[in-house]
């Protein structure tokens, strides 16, 4: 799945969470992220909390080193997107 398709079902989808399995840099993880105030926020699991809205093409440079392998609305039934 690519960023701007992730970005789209955060869109679609506001407030509500998007859990990423991603391969980054630093090898295998899971990122939130979700679309509110206009932006794409992420959270900071260290910090238990969600970074303030990015827009878009910011986002987007964030997420360019990562290959995004599964993308699912956190609430769900636990199906993949």
Excluded: C, H, S
Aim: hydrophobic share 40%; glycine share 12%; charged share 30%.
């Amino acid at each position: 799945m690519t960023p701007e398709a992730v970005i789209r079902l955060a869109r679609a989808n506001p407030g509500t969470p998007v859990r990423l399995t991603i391969v980054g840099q630093t090898g295998r993880g899971v990122v939130r992220i979700k679309w509110e105030g206009g932006g794409v926020r992420f959270y900071i699991r260290p910090w238990d909390l969600w970074d303030d809205p990015r827009a878009e093409p910011e986002a987007l440079r964030v997420m360019e080193p990562w290959r995004i392998l599964e993308a699912r609305l956190e609430g769900e039934d636990g199906g993949a997107v």
